[in-house]
């Protein structure tokens, strides 16, 4: 089945897509918006096919590199611009998030965070570029609060995550097992998200997209709004 045949299910913590086919029924896959980004930040639309074992993609190296790595080594095309584009200015509001989009020629997606933490950089940037976002965004990890972690391990989730694909912020320390941290990491692994999101509706766009406290759930309706209202067309 191809992505415009998915639809999103949930965006609890990550983003899960379904599709009904008369031979498999209704298959349903979580966690799809590294593998995503990574499709998305390569330029890559059409020759990939994706074979999923499980209910949900592997987590990996907590970002998109590993994705990243895979497939390049396919060496898949690559689109020269993506069908998806900002057709005119204007902002969606989700709850206490904000979306701004504006036309352009190349591809500008940024992010602002807003973790109340100042030992984070709130802001993050991708202007399109394969080869920066395989090396600067895609190795961005996933991060989680200490208390959150702690309420996932209470429900016996995220039993078989490897630590050092998530990086934990406590009030006392930043943890990180794998490599050193950064502080604008988190902003870009929501940056990635982003990205990875946006691939559903065949995206990043064209143009500029600027999002303020973004999210899975405020990502999908943000996203599907402004196709609602024109603010994005497809080709």
Request: aromatic share 4%; with cysteine; hydrophobic share 45%.
């Given at each position: 089945?191809?992505?415009?045949?998915?639809?999103?299910?949930?965006?609890?913590?990550?983003?899960?897509?379904?599709?009904?086919?008369?031979?498999?029924?209704?298959?349903?896959?979580?966690?799809?918006?590294?593998?995503?980004?990574?499709?998305?930040?390569?330029?890559?639309?059409?020759?990939?096919?994706?074979?999923?074992?499980?209910?949900?993609?592997?987590?990996?190296?907590?970002?998109?590199?590993?994705?990243?790595?895979?497939?390049?080594?396919?060496?898949?095309?690559?689109?020269?611009?993506?069908?998806?584009?900002?057709?005119?200015?204007?902002?969606?509001?989700?709850?206490?998030?904000?979306?701004?989009?504006?036309?352009?020629?190349?591809?500008?997606?940024?992010?602002?965070?807003?973790?109340?933490?100042?030992?984070?950089?709130?802001?993050?940037?991708?202007a399109g570029d394969a080869e920066d976002f395989?090396?600067?965004?895609?190795?961005?990890?996933?991060?989680?609060?200490?208390?959150?972690?702690?309420?996932?391990?209470?429900?016996?989730?995220?039993?078989?995550?490897?630590?050092?694909?998530?990086?934990?912020?406590?009030?006392?320390?930043?943890?990180?097992?794998?490599?050193?941290?950064?502080?604008?990491?988190?902003?870009?692994?929501?940056?990635?998200?982003?990205?990875?999101?946006?691939?559903?509706?065949?995206?990043?766009?064209?143009?500029?997209?600027?999002?303020?406290?973004?999210?899975h759930s405020a990502n999908v309706r943000a996203?599907?709004?402004?196709?609602?209202?024109?603010?994005?067309?497809?080709r």
């Open positions: 089945m191809g992505i415009d045949e998915l639809v999103v299910a949930s965006t609890e913590r990550a983003t899960t897509v379904e599709a009904s086919s008369p031979c498999a029924g209704t298959v349903r896959i979580a966690t799809v918006e590294h593998a995503f980004a990574a499709l998305a930040g390569l330029g890559v639309y059409e020759g990939v096919a994706i074979a999923v074992d499980g209910p949900e993609m592997p987590l990996l190296d907590g970002g998109a590199a590993a994705w990243c790595d895979a497939i390049e080594r396919l060496h898949p095309p690559r689109a020269a611009a993506p069908r998806l584009a900002v057709a005119r200015e204007g902002v969606v509001r989700v709850g206490s998030s904000r979306y701004a989009f504006a036309p352009g020629d190349g591809v500008e997606v940024a992010v602002r965070v807003e973790l109340d933490d100042g030992r984070l950089r709130p802001d993050a940037r991708w395989r090396t600067r965004v895609a190795p961005a990890r996933t991060f989680a609060r200490l208390r959150d972690v702690e309420e996932l391990a209470r429900r016996g989730l995220a039993r078989h995550v490897d630590p050092a694909c998530v990086v934990v912020i406590a009030p006392d320390r930043v943890h990180s097992a794998d490599r050193p941290f950064a502080p604008d990491e988190p902003a870009r692994h929501k940056l990635l998200d982003l990205v990875g999101d946006c691939y559903l509706f065949g995206g990043p766009p064209r143009g500029r997209l600027h999002a303020v406290r973004p999210g996203l599907a709004e402004a196709m609602r209202r024109g603010l994005l067309a497809a």
